[in-house]
């Protein structure tokens, strides 16, 4: 596709179930970024891939949540044992920049996530 | 780390007057400072940006200032039309750096 593809776009998940989000970015793009964004809020890091390798990964807030990018493409967000405080739209952007760069983040639409 | 602020949360305007939105920074090393636009249910859009070797740049209705010294960065929007209605964040970053910092967002509401 043209753009950055994220699935689910909504997820309801129980208190304690594992969630797993994932992000298909513009294909060539170098750099990919995972953000939270609770409501109301702005977009919040969570971890930097420039291809499979994970280069920031300080933003993410617990050892409950764990990021991937095997291949250089794809990633995906992993939730382990989902809190009420997990609820949040979490964004996947890409760049072709790598990080030292500005290049322009292209966002895609969000994965939802409530927990109930 | 860097800390992005943006002023104001809410802002309704008539069609056809202007807008601005205003940010501030922390970190003088950042030095690339967008714009995005978020309509509802999608992710944020770039619209405009700026690097700091500039103090000003414009895209039709749309401009962008830069005050260095300051520390701050601010959003104009002429001729508001309704489509433009939607969330707007700021957002900085070091040229060394991987992170985007954003702003908390505004509500622009453009009423016909």
């Known amino acids: 596709g043209a753009g950055v593809s994220q699935s689910p776009r909504y997820k309801v998940a129980k208190r304690g179930q594992d969630v797993a989000l994932r992000c298909d970015p513009i294909?060539?793009?170098?750099?990919l970024f995972w953000y939270q964004q609770a409501l109301g809020q702005g977009p919040e890091f969570l971890t930097y891939?420039?291809?499979?390798?994970?280069?920031?990964k300080s933003g993410l807030p617990s050892d409950r949540f764990f990021a991937e990018r095997p291949e250089g493409s794809v990633s995906t967000l992993k939730i382990q044992r989902t809190q009420q405080e997990d609820s949040a739209v979490y964004l996947c952007?890409?760049?072709?920049?790598?990080?030292?760069?500005?290049?322009?983040?292209?966002f895609g639409e969000g994965s939802r996530l409530t927990v109930l | 780390g860097e800390n992005v602020e943006q002023h104001p949360s809410t802002l309704s305007v008539q069609e056809g007057d202007s807008a601005v939105i205003k940010c501030t920074y922390s970190?003088?090393?950042?030095?690339?400072f967008p714009w995005y636009k978020q309509e509802l249910g999608k992710g944020p859009q770039l619209i405009i940006d700026?690097?700091?070797?500039?103090g000003e740049k414009k895209d039709q209705r749309i401009a962008v200032t830069l005050n260095k010294t300051a520390k701050h960065f601010s959003l104009h929007i002429t001729e508001t039309q309704p489509e433009d209605s939607a969330v707007y964040f700021c957002?900085?970053?070091?040229?060394?750096?991987?992170?985007?910092?954003f702003g908390t967002g505004t509500s622009l509401t453009v009423i016909p």
């Open positions: 952007a890409s760049s072709l920049a790598e990080s030292g760069n500005t290049g322009e983040l292209f």
């Open positions: 294909s060539g793009h170098v750099s």
């Open positions: 891939f420039q291809n499979e390798a994970q280069l920031d």
């Open positions: 970190d003088s090393a950042s030095n690339y």
């Open positions: 700026i690097r700091s070797n500039v």
């Open positions: 957002a900085a970053k070091q040229s060394d750096g991987d992170q985007f910092y």
